[in-house]
């Protein structure tokens, strides 16, 4: 294990700071100080502080997977928040241990954690949504086929769909039950655990469109994957292999099903608590903000205006 701590037994908050950018890798024969700056070192090792007085000790990501969560890169303002708290916990142990100053560095004017807004969930176009359903049978595994038809005509997160078992699916009242989500923390380790709020633990309607591709599977068994639900990996080779199958332009992105048939049922009902209802939201601002997108051109836009003020 590499390792680096600070020699002064009270340091101030600038030596503290620069523990934090900086560390001391000991070699075999002789030692260095390197700043800590590129990505790929970031992305090699995680940092973890220990107040014994001061120090901060580093080690490969083999070791610490098991040991701390990775840290997330700040690409959202989200994630900034996250970094911002996390920075703060860090801070105020420090001054406990410090009677130097009080005053923490991250309320510094100079030091400032930015992020960019991610970019919105686009919709598939009716067009692409037709050539999905006509194509649907030129899949080849009748999993992939039944996993299309269930996650491209309903509005459901990849991991409700995956979380699907036989008893939820009821095709003679044409019902679908989310019970459970099945998430993949560490990626290839499937976790089933409860719907990610109370909302989200609803009855949907079953589409006809799905029916004739559903699969027969046991009541106590994942629609997707039988005794054990299906890996993240083994999610993304099959939408490859639908994309394949299908000759389908772009990407198959589980998330977009979501934000289209949303979409769609808002833009053809023009009711907010059914789009709600289905999305499995607390609030209709949520559905509205983040998944209904609209369908609606600027020509029609101005069409509207042109009959309410023709003569």
Known sequence: MLAGSTANPSPNWADCWA??????????RKQNTQPVQSSR?????RFTPAFSPI?????PRATMATEMTPVTMLKTPADSTIAVSVLRSLFANLARNIPISSKSPLRSKRIKITGK???PTAPYTVEQMRFLVQHINDIQDPIDRAYLAIQALHPLRLEEVLGLQGADIDPENGEIHICRAVTHPTRNQPEVKDTKTRSSARTI???ALAV???PQVKADEFVFGGRRPLSYTQVRKMCNRIKRDTGFSENITPIRFRTTVLTDLYDQ??????????AGHTTSAMTLRYYVKGRETISKAAAVVDRAYSA
């Open 55 to 59: 120090s901060f000790t580093k080690s």
């Open 117 to 119: 807004a991610s970019q």
């Open 19 to 28: 523990g934090i950018t900086q560390c001391t890798v000991h070699g075999a």
């Open 205 to 207: 309607g079953l589409s």
């Open 41 to 45: 070192f970031a992305r090699r090792y």
């Open 212 to 214: 004739p591709h559903l």
């Open 269 to 278: 009902t023009k009711d907010i608590k059914l789009a709600q209802a289905a």
